[in-house]
């Protein structure tokens, strides 16, 4: 398994990709962060609780965050929702908001049960993850090459907002590096 | 006073709720609550709910947020807010000032056959918000306290939750617009101007 160690050590250093995604949210004209943490988040959600201009709301589920964006919308401000894939099937009756009733909802969703999963209780979800966003009604795209997250982020940007509707962007493990407790555990 | 012992009727208290209701800004949760505050009247500024159900406080918060000088009054049932329930710690924690949460309480699923709701079986809503933070939140058994309620929405002063214990009357259906689009763009055009119409 040398091969999988050496990809994990070339994840050392920490990835810029959350701070390009920032200045696109920034530049989008997103006022409100609605988000259930996930650690591929993390650094994102620093940059946003340092920022005063933008109101970081903590959700109980992620259903909450599509309601609450959807009021958003109606003041006139602009959101950004941040969740896990196994958050992803939280939402989605409340997906309808969005979907019947014109509105720009951006989805960034950090994947688990993808490229290189340890838990096998997140893999249903995972894998379910795509299809069950676009079976409501979300334009889905995927990034997972660093490199290209904040192009990715910038499209689904532009069109949920120009464009009135649901996108979301899945983060793959790929870009955000597999977990494994296991390994932890034995160290 | 009005009888606390006999039960309030739905229309009534959303009558008093929407008396006078200058520039508020109303959120209407699925069902009869809808379809209570449509007999009012159809207004720009109502969002009336068909579907989504348990999201009508949530999208509460983020109107009250993004529009903070702006009063907002959500109106839902007992069924809609047992759906979402931990948006009342959300909410408490955000603490928006704008913001009023007047459940209309039948202790029923009234769309559905009138099966009864965990309120049927005294589940406390009151005391579910008084507990996640609300300083106010009330149960509501008379029509002076539902007057409170009103004065309370429209002075913004801090977020307010009301349990307000009505009759299960089934009454005739008064719909508002069901297209979505039109529903959301009269909204913003009404809150934000005709620029909503361009971005």
């Known amino acids: 398994m040398a091969g ?4 994990q050590e070339s994840r050392a250093t920490p990835p810029s990709w959350p701070d390009d995604v920032y200045r696109i949210l920034k530049d989008a004209g997103v006022q409100q962060v609605a988000m259930v943490p996930d650690a591929g988040h993390s650094r994102l959600i620093r940059a946003f609780e340092a920022d005063p201009e933008t109101r970081l709301v903590t959700l109980t589920t992620e259903e909450e965050g599509v309601a609450m964006l959807a009021g958003a919308w109606l003041g006139g401000q602009r959101g950004v929702l941040l969740l896990q894939s196994s958050g992803v099937g939280n939402c989605i009756n409340m997906l309808t908001l969005p979907v019947i009733c014109g509105m720009p909802l951006l989805m960034l969703v950090t994947m688990r049960g ?9 893999i249903p979800m995972g894998q379910g993850t795509q299809a069950a966003l676009e079976s409501i009604g979300v334009i889905v795209t995927r990034a997972d090459d660093p490199d290209l997250v904040g192009q990715t982020v910038w499209g689904a940007a532009n069109l949920a907002f120009n464009t009135w509707r649901p996108a979301a962007v899945l983060i793959g493990q790929r870009v955000l590096g597999a977990k494994n407790f296991k390994e932890l555990a034995r160290k | 006073m009005t009888n606390p012992n006999v039960l309030l009727h739905r229309r009534d208290v959303v009558n008093e709720l929407l008396r006078d209701r200058g520039d508020l800004l109303v959120i209407a949760g699925l069902g009869a609550p809808n379809w209570d505050v449509s007999a009012t009247g159809d207004h720009r500024n109502n969002f009336p709910l068909w579907g989504a159900m348990g999201s009508a406080s949530m999208i509460g918060l983020g109107l009250a947020l993004a529009q903070q000088r702006r009063k907002i009054l959500v109106i839902t ?13 959300t909410i408490a924690v955000e603490r928006p000032l704008n913001l009023t949460i007047a459940v209309l309480d039948n202790e029923r699923f009234g769309e559905t056959g009138m099966q009864k709701t965990h309120t049927a079986s005294g589940v406390d809503l009151a005391g579910i918000a008084a507990a996640a933070g609300f300083r106010t939140s009330r149960i509501v058994r008379t029509m002076e306290q539902v007057t409170d309620i009103r004065d309370l929405a429209h002075q913004g002063k801090e977020p307010v939750f009301a349990q307000i214990k009505i009759s299960p009357d089934a009454l005739p259906f008064v719909m508002p617009p069901a297209d979505g689009g039109i529903l959301t763009t009269r909204f913003r055009q009404s809150v934000l101007g005709d620029e909503a119409l361009h971005n």
Not at chain 1, 114 to 122: A, K, R, S
Not at chain 2, 77 to 89: K, T
């Open chain 1, 4 to 7: 999988l160690d050496a990809k």
């Open chain 1, 114 to 122: 993808d490229w290189g999963e340890f838990n096998p209780w997140q």
């Open chain 2, 77 to 89: 049932g007992d069924g809609e807010m047992l759906m979402n329930i931990g948006s009342l710690a």
